[in-house]
């Protein structure tokens, strides 16, 4: 067990936690642009997949980095309960972390519209699978749902630490200063 949390684990926790929140926020409103503006819902469309992208290496570089070097202990004075619920909701957080942004891509891939995904707006990344207006119909909803549920066990997760902060344990601190 790890005393504290790496700089590097630090700076990854707030950095995915930063581009969920534009991710999301950015899937509302690339959807609200009508088509008369084109490019514009274009390059949201791109920028939405490249921070999905973005944010699945993150989860998996967190998980390699939390695998080699492992977590701070729990503190003492947690109960049992807590203890369970803090890691359900952190292995809650990490399925989510890597299945919306794969949900996400398998979207594009089956869009209709055969859109190519562009990352940072210039590499293309290939769909494993055609366009499919069936499986679309149905990814795009299930995407939809899962990053609600990411964004809101999220901020489950957010308050939880806040919680902690206001009875004087250390757990908001450790992950913002080390």
């Known amino acids: 067990m790890a005393d504290g949390w790496s700089r590097a684990q630090r700076r990854l926790h707030w950095t995915t936690a930063w581009l969920v929140a534009a991710g999301f926020a950015l899937g509302w409103i690339m959807v609200a642009v009508p088509l008369r503006d084109l490019l514009t819902k274009f390059l949201l469309f791109q920028l939405h997949k ?4 973005i944010v699945l290496a993150f989860a998996l570089w967190r998980l390699a980095m939390r695998a080699r070097r492992g977590r701070p202990a729990t503190d003492a004075d947690l109960t049992g309960r807590e203890r369970r619920a803090a890691a359900a909701g952190h292995a809650a957080l990490y399925a989510l ?8 891509y398998l ?3 089956t ?5 190519p995904t562009l990352f940072l707006g ?3 990344i290939p769909g494993i699978v055609g366009p499919n ?4 119909a149905v990814l795009r909803v299930v995407h939809r749902w899962a990053a609600v549920a990411l964004v809101a066990l999220a ?3 957010a308050l939880a630490a806040l919680r ?6 250390a757990v908001l601190l450790r992950m913002w200063r080390g």
Do not use: N
């Open 50 to 53: 490249t921070i999905g992208l």
């Open 111 to 115: 869009a209709p519209a055969g859109v």
């Open 164 to 169: 902690h902060h206001r009875r004087g344990r």
């Open 97 to 104: 972390l890597l299945i919306v942004p794969a949900l996400g």
């Open 133 to 136: 207006p069936a499986w679309y």
């Open 122 to 124: 210039v590499i293309p």
């Open 107 to 109: 979207t594009a891939s």
């Open 155 to 157: 901020a489950g997760h």
